[in-house]
């Protein structure tokens, strides 16, 4: 999906592209998956579902601050 345009994250701001990594469902939900088993978080098992619900979702058009 990516994005382009200004963007704040963490109150700093930015203006560039993010690209689409062009990932399946599969290779995101294990992407965070690993993640989420990883440095002390909270072991939750991402499935390529709940990915493809939230790809689903229209992408925020509010503030664009990211925190």
Do not use: C, F
């Not at 990932?23 to 440095?39: E, I």
């Amino acid at each position: 999906n990516g994005l382009n345009g200004p963007i704040t994250v963490n109150g700093k701001k930015y203006n560039s592209a993010m690209t689409s990594q062009g990932l399946s469902d599969q290779q995101v939900a294990d992407v965070l998956t690993y993640v989420y088993s990883s440095w002390g978080n909270n072991k939750t098992k991402v499935t390529p579902e709940m990915v493809k619900t939230q790809r689903a979702k229209p992408a925020p058009k509010s503030n664009n601050d990211i925190h």
